[in-house]
């Protein structure tokens, strides 16, 4: 039950700058997991970041520095502020959120522990 939709995705030139949005509704849970997935052509979905609403934040090793993941309570979005994007970025971004989905203190990385997603939002990163 519930609903996630992305937004802001698009296309951007090696080393700028793209802010994703996943509005939430239909959905409450101060206690669950949400999570940013991106998938290209021919690879398998992988997490890109996650936040709890008690844990700490994690990302893949490869964003490191550069993406930033975020909860606005006030507009219910589950927000990825992404900076100097590079090409290998490119990829479908999907949000997902699910209440069971921890291992321990942290939200788990691996796609089958979310239930609720969302259609997903196209980014494109050009040399």
């Known amino acids: 039950q519930g609903e996630l939709v992305e937004s802001g995705g698009g296309s951007a030139q090696a080393g700028g700058s793209l802010r994703l949005s996943c509005a939430v509704s239909g959905y409450s849970d101060a206690n669950g997991c949400m999570a940013w997935f991106r998938q290209s052509p021919g690879k398998q979905r992988e997490g890109v970041a996650t936040?709890?609403?008690?844990?700490?934040?994690h990302y893949a090793a490869s964003v490191v520095g550069r993406f930033t993941i975020s909860r606005d309570n006030a507009k219910n979005t589950l927000d990825l502020q992404m900076n100097s994007l590079e090409p290998e970025d490119t990829a479908m971004y999907y949000c997902a959120a699910d209440s069971g989905a921890w291992v321990g203190w942290q939200c788990s990385f691996e796609m089958s522990r979310y239930r609720l997603w969302g259609q997903g939002t196209q980014v494109t990163v050009s040399p």
């Open positions: 936040m709890g609403e008690i844990g700490s934040r």
